[in-house]
């Protein structure tokens, strides 16, 4: 199965900072998502991008699928923002089943 | 839509005990996944289906673990014989094409 490196492991940043993670991936995907988890364990979809570019208010994200690579930048960050924040994709032949990277985990200060 | 849900939230058992989670997926999702989550990690794949076909299995399912889903629409985990090593967090994730959608997890503790 495809391997996912997320990074960096860890950020701190005050309040109204930008930031970017980055994902790589072992092999082509079809399906690549990124997630925020709330202190409850929850996953909350951030975007679904197999390839492009999105944005979501203060959120957007690239995918450049040749190059096997995602990043997720995070503008104007807030103390709600902080996290655990997790890249997943899915080869062809997969089922659709996901492969997680090991998370990055945000501190926002205020 | 109310989302993906599963029950119950919180699970707290004794070693050897057999327990059992439910999840019930988005309506009209077709797919339905199970992952586990261990403290510091990512999710990591258990099984899926499609309908109420079991496609695949990972090897961290050992014989102890089993998944249903009758019918094609809810589907249950159980886990016979607790160890403590089955300590983690339980998720549940359903999808009609791409996109995956998760459940709020069921923490399971195993004394």
């Known amino acids: 199965g495809i391997q996912v490196e997320q990074s960096p492991p860890d950020l701190i940043l005050q309040e109204g900072a930008n930031s970017t993670l980055r994902c790589n991936f072992s092999?082509?995907?079809?399906?690549l998502q990124w997630f925020h988890q709330n202190p409850w364990g929850q996953l909350i979809n951030l975007f679904y991008?197999?390839?492009g570019t999105k944005q979501n208010g203060r959120l957007s994200a690239t995918t450049v699928a040749t190059e096997r690579y995602s990043l997720l930048y995070i503008s104007s960050s807030q103390t709600t923002d902080s996290g655990v924040y997790f890249c997943?994709?899915?080869?062809?032949?997969?089922?659709?089943?996901?492969?997680f990277g090991q998370g990055t985990i945000l501190t926002v200060h205020p | 839509d109310t989302g993906v849900s599963q029950d119950p939230r919180h699970k707290i058992t004794k070693r050897g005990q057999n327990v059992t989670f439910r999840c019930d997926p988005i309506?009209?999702?077709?797919?339905l996944y199970w992952y586990r989550q261990t403290l510091g990690q990512g999710p990591e794949f258990l099984t899926y289906?499609?309908?109420?076909?079991?496609?695949?299995k990972s090897r961290l399912l050992s014989d102890r673990f089993s998944a249903e889903r009758p019918k094609g629409s809810f589907s249950t985990l159980e886990i016979q014989r607790t160890e403590q090593g089955d300590s983690a967090m339980y998720l549940c994730a359903s999808s009609f094409l791409g996109e995956q959608y998760f459940g709020p997890g069921t923490r399971l503790t195993v004394t």
């Open positions: 309506s009209e999702h077709n797919r």
């Open positions: 991008i197999p390839s």
């Open positions: 289906f499609q309908n109420e076909a079991q496609l695949e």
């Open positions: 092999d082509s995907v079809n399906n």
């Open positions: 997943a994709g899915a080869g062809g032949t997969s089922y659709g089943k996901l492969t």
